[in-house]
């Protein structure tokens, strides 16, 4: 059977010059401002999508900053931390320096005490083994307590006491010591700031002419001593050869 003959033009006989003049037979006119608005949306799209990139980016940027925010923080709260617990490490060696140069300073007084009655006890001893030695025994008046006994070396004049059993005075007040000579005023004889021990010696102030003596006497007197007797008298005691 012969071929039919074809209706139009075969697509692959065409040149090129043959498919633009088809093109533009079969085109059609755009619609009236389709160009504009085709540009429109695509600008509209392309702004749309570096909006959303920039957001994306700050997004990117805050959750960064809120890292290392976060990250400092806990450096911060880490570092304070640490300042605290040194800051309770100093205090407390404060504390216990203070504590340490508070006992020391008690254990210093406490020696210096303890120098002192060594001392008063060594002189009392030389007192008492000079070639002549005066004594008293002082008693306590009535409604005081504790006893005593005063040493006087007859050539020197120096001499010491031992007090025991006698009450601790209150702030402000001390007890002291008087030579009685007859019918004369009472002389001064010595502070005696460290009774109230158990047992409590001290060296007295010298006295001169121990041989006209007859007597001492202990009172209670201001801080400080008196010229004159001005508290109680606590003891008393006649002086023996």
């Given at each position: 059977?012969p071929?039919?003959?074809?209706?139009?033009v075969?697509?692959?006989?065409?040149?090129?010059?043959?498919?633009?003049?088809?093109?533009?037979?079969?085109?059609?006119?755009?619609?009236?401002?389709?160009?504009?608005?085709?540009?429109?949306?695509?600008?509209?799209?392309?702004?749309?999508?570096?909006?959303?990139r920039?957001?994306?980016?700050?997004?990117?940027?805050g959750?960064?900053?809120?890292?290392?925010?976060l990250?400092?923080?806990?450096?911060?709260?880490?570092?304070?931390g640490?300042?605290?617990?040194?800051m309770?490490?100093?205090?407390?060696?404060?504390?216990?320096?203070?504590?340490?140069t508070?006992?020391?300073?008690t254990?210093?007084?406490?020696?210096?005490?303890?120098?002192e009655?060594?001392?008063?006890?060594?002189?009392?001893?030389?007192?008492?083994?000079?070639?002549?030695?005066?004594?008293?025994s002082?008693?306590?008046?009535?409604?005081?307590g504790?006893?005593?006994?005063v040493?006087?070396?007859?050539?020197?004049?120096?001499?010491?006491?031992?007090?025991a059993?006698?009450?601790?005075?209150p702030?402000?007040?001390?007890?002291?010591?008087?030579?009685?000579?007859g019918?004369?005023?009472?002389?001064?004889?010595?502070?005696?700031?460290?009774?109230?021990?158990?047992?409590?010696?001290?060296?007295l102030?010298?006295?001169?002419r121990?041989?006209?003596?007859?007597?001492?006497?202990v009172?209670?007197?201001?801080?400080?001593?008196?010229?004159?007797?001005?508290?109680?008298?606590?003891?008393?005691?006649?002086?023996?050869?």
């Amino acid at each position: 059977m012969p071929d039919e003959p074809t209706i139009g033009v075969d697509e692959r006989e065409l040149d090129d010059l043959a498919l633009e003049a088809l093109a533009e037979a079969y085109a059609t006119t755009p619609a009236p401002g389709l160009r504009q608005r085709v540009l429109g949306v695509a600008h509209a799209e392309a702004g749309a999508e570096r909006a959303r990139r920039g957001l994306n980016r700050w997004r990117s940027i805050g959750a960064l900053a809120a890292t290392v925010a976060l990250a400092l923080t806990g450096l911060l709260a880490r570092e304070n931390g640490l300042r605290r617990r040194d800051m309770a490490q100093l205090d407390g060696l404060a504390q216990a320096n203070a504590e340490l140069t508070a006992r020391l300073d008690t254990q210093e007084k406490t020696m210096v005490g303890l120098r002192e009655s060594l001392d008063a006890q060594a002189r009392a001893l030389r007192v008492l083994g000079g070639p002549r030695t005066l004594s008293a025994s002082l008693t306590p008046k009535e409604g005081y307590g504790g006893n005593g006994r005063v040493h006087v070396d007859a050539e020197t004049g120096e001499g010491a006491i031992v007090l025991a059993g006698v009450e601790q005075l209150p702030p402000g007040k001390v007890y002291e010591l008087w030579v009685l000579r007859g019918d004369n005023p009472p002389e001064p004889a010595g502070l005696l700031a460290g009774a109230g021990r158990a047992v409590y010696v001290t060296q007295l102030a010298k006295i001169d002419r121990p041989g006209d003596v007859k007597a001492f006497a202990v009172s209670i007197e201001p801080a400080g001593g008196s010229k004159s007797p001005t508290g109680p008298i606590v003891m008393v005691g006649a002086l023996q050869g």
